[in-house]
């Protein structure tokens, strides 16, 4: 089956951390850019960082640049979202989703990764 699966949301105060895992199987994510979108409750689905297949470029929003840090280990066939610092207007749902052939070096829209999403995994701030 081909599908994408987050794992590693939870419960954290503020200025704790988390590590999202998106886990991709019935297929390889060399070729693919996987960005990492989140959904809080009555907002819009948002980008939050993307890394390129290509040549591992980065791309992240003004809002977590410098706190969070995107990596992938395509032998692992996964891509992690490290988390730090976090704060209570983190929270929502997170997504992975993959494209291929797309270079991670600016904001990044939801109709830009048309291949594969994942389930979501929630991620909640909280004191």
């Known amino acids: 089956q081909v599908q994408l699966v987050e794992s590693g949301g939870g419960l954290v105060q503020p200025g704790g951390s988390l590590r999202l895992s998106c886990a991709a199987s019935?297929?390889?994510?060399?070729?693919?850019?996987i960005g990492w979108f989140r959904q809080a409750p009555g907002k819009e689905r948002e980008g939050v960082s993307c890394?390129?297949?290509?040549?591992?470029?980065?791309y992240y929003a003004d809002s977590v640049k410098g706190r969070f840090t995107i990596s992938r280990d395509n032998a692992k066939n996964t891509v992690y979202l490290q988390m730090n610092s976090l704060k209570p207007e983190d929270t929502a749902v997170y997504y992975c989703?993959?494209?291929?052939?797309?270079?991670?070096?600016?904001?990044?829209?939801?109709?830009?990764?048309?291949?594969?999403w994942g389930q979501g995994t929630q991620v909640t701030v909280s004191s």
């Open positions: 989703a993959a494209v291929l052939d797309y270079y991670c070096s600016g904001p990044f829209m939801v109709s830009y990764f048309n291949d594969y």
């Open positions: 019935g297929f390889t994510l060399d070729y693919y850019a």
């Open positions: 890394i390129s297949s290509s040549d591992g470029s980065t």
